[in-house]
DNA sequence: CCGCTACATCCGCACAACCGGATATCCGGA
DNA sequence: TCCGGATATCCGGTTGTGCGGATGTAGCGG
């Protein structure tokens, strides 16, 4: 195998997918695709305290999938790049297919 | 936040996201994207230990990402859906603009 | 029918990641 | 300058995940 893919899908897997291997930064990810958002908003709309999220917009923050820019007391935080939305939609169309598969079999075998 | 996303998007991280969480499997479903392979051809080329391939092709298994096929005494292991390769394109793209930006920085902070 | 190849799974271990309360830091306004 | 709200980081503990050698299992070919 080409030495050159690994090395550019280790740094893939570092920098990207990685940050999307949690279903809160997901969440973080689309609620920002929206529109930006403060941190305490997140924490609100997601339920989670607020150490978790920022802990969590660190990871997206240190990979640059998303930007922070100060607003009066506050940091807001934009998404740095659509097509990761675009990805994750994506990536939704195939699990459907996945799912509807496996629904499909469920009733084969029923 | 709409309680019917956080379930979506807990399916999508349980059945795709986290199977896209490791580096090696990512090399797998390239590989599966150019031609289907036996576990051993993948073995070889990735340079990893049988069992650590076959247990990586579990977890795609699993989430229904690649299909088998008994290939006289093999299994011969295919890529179930190719727009799992365009999400990853699509996440390599916004990888290379991330760090040409980060370049970007580098120089204009020496 | 048997042995052999190809593959799957088991096992014990090591490391990485997450959690959330507590604490530190930063900044704007009074 | 000092207070308070908003974020960031620290901490201890727990869980999850990957590893790879060893061991099971399946099915083809002789």
């Known amino acids: 195998m080409d030495a050159q893919l690994k090395r550019e899908v280790n ?16 969440l973080i ?3 920002l695709g929206e529109a930006p958002r403060h ?5 609100d ?3 989670a305290p607020q150490s978790t999220v920022s802990r969590h917009l660190k990871v997206l923050r240190d990979r640059r999938l998303v930007t ?21 939609d994506l990536l939704r169309a195939v ?4 799912l509807s598969e496996q629904g499909e079999l469920a009733r084969r075998l029923s």
């Not at 699990?95 to 996945?98: R, Y």
């Open 45 to 47: 709309s997601l339920e």
């Open 11 to 26: 740094l893939l897997h570092a920098n990207v997918c990685q940050a999307l291997a949690d279903p809160t930064r997901i």
């Open 95 to 98: 699990l459907m297919s996945a």
């Open 68 to 88: 922070t820019a100060r607003d009066g007391a506050g940091v807001l935080y934009s998404l740095a790049d659509a097509r990761v939305i675009d990805a994750l």
């Open 29 to 31: 990810l689309y609620a």
């Open 39 to 43: 941190v305490s908003e997140l924490a």
